[in-house]
């Protein structure tokens, strides 16, 4: 089968097309034949070799979120998932393949008009926004601010909010033409990166950048409001992160991190489940920035450099 893999720790140009050897899929796993894969940024980072000491070594294939059909299984697998278009979580790696091996507990079949593409636009994304929602106690009438808001997270985490009755939802962003785009997905007031152009103060921010820039936005939680980091696209925060919650000590705050890795399988199943119902009439709308065939991987990698990317870069292995 072909894959894409990282043949040299480091930019995009280090990734290549290969040819290996079909997966067999073990006990409580499916092989799945692909349609569409998810480009993240956590692949960036495992191919610039920063994650090496975390055992991802040169010719690591790629990929977690995929959708296809489901060609075998492996032993204990309900074998009535053969033929099925689903979606599926395989892991950090091994997703940008024309053959992916998954977790049967990660499936989420694909009924209805939902196509593979926005399955794995909405799918991880969508959980996270959902989760990352629920960690901060967001209620109806609340306002909320999205730090991050272009990218996967972001995007859906702006739509869940304004579909879970936010008062008022704010977004970052770097420029005023991704701006409008967000206001189109629901989005009220449109702020800068350095969070510039806010009108008050929000009940729950929900943060995918971190960074340095994170504890200046501390002032901009209302008394009781709550901060979740989803992610941290630019960074960890600075060392006197602490210190600087710790001043904002009268105004009862809350900060917590969020991973998914948390939720339990048949939660996220449960929820990613219900948003594709959700798009599919038409409540929520997956953004999908380009499809590129998988043997294009470098450019899509070289697109998510470039910061061009709004929304979800997906490769295919259909032929157009
Ligand atoms: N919590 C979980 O379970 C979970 C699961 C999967 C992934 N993640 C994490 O989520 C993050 C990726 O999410 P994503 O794909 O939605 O994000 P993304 O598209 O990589 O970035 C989101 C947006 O942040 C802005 N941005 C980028 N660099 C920035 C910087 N240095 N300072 C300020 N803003 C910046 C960009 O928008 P503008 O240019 O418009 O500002 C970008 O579109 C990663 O950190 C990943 O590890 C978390």
């Keep these: 089968m072909k894959a894409v893999a990282v043949q040299v720790f480091g930019g995009p140009e280090g990734l290549a097309v290969v040819d290996l050897p079909d997966p067999r899929p073990g006990r409580g796993q499916v092989l799945i034949a692909t349609e569409a894969i ?5 692949d960036a980072v495992i191919r610039s070799g920063a994650l090496a000491a975390y055992g991802f070594v040169e010719g690591h294939v790629l990929g977690g979120e995929i959708a296809g059909t489901v060609t075998a299984v492996g032993s204990g697998v309900d074998g009535s998932w053969v033929g099925m278009r689903v979606w599926a979580f395989a892991g950090v790696g091994g997703g940008y393949a024309e053959l992916v091996i998954a977790p049967d507990v990660t499936l989420v079949p694909l009924l209805g008009d939902i196509s593979a593409i926005d399955a794995v636009t909405l799918g991880s994304s969508g959980a996270v926004a959902h989760f990352g929602l629920r960690h901060a106690r967001f209620a109806p009438g609340e306002s909320v601010l999205v730090r991050g808001a272009a990218g996967g997270i972001g995007i859906m985490t702006v739509q869940l909010a304004v579909r879970g009755g936010a008062s008022a939802v704010a977004v970052t962003t770097s420029s005023a033409e991704r701006g ?10 449109v702020l800068d990166r350095a969070g510039g152009g806010g009108e008050a103060g929000y009940d729950v921010i ?17 008394p009781n409001g709550r901060m979740v980091a989803v992610g941290a696209v630019a960074g960890d925060p600075p060392a006197d992160f602490g210190a600087q919650l710790f001043a904002a000590f009268q105004r009862s705050m809350s900060f917590a991190t ?15 489940a219900e ?25 899509a990698h070289q697109k998510m450099a470039a910061g061009e990317v709004f929304g979800r870069i997906v490769l295919t292995t259909i032929a157009s």
């Excluded at 929900?206 to 939680?221: H, Q, T």
């Excluded at 969020?258 to 990613?272: C, E, H, K, L």
């Design 38 to 42: 998810g480009v993240g940024g956590v």
């Design 180 to 189: 409008d785009r967000l206001r189109e997905l629901g989005a009220t007031q």
């Design 206 to 222: 929900i943060d995918v950048v971190a960074g340095a820039g994170l504890p200046s936005f501390f002032a901009k939680l209302n």
């Design 258 to 272: 969020f991973s998914g890795a948390t939720v339990s399988d048949a939660d996220r199943r449960g929820v990613i």
């Design 275 to 299: 948003l594709f119902a959700a798009a599919g009439r038409g409540e929520v709308r997956p953004v999908v920035h380009e499809v590129l065939p998988l043997d294009q991987a470098v450019l």
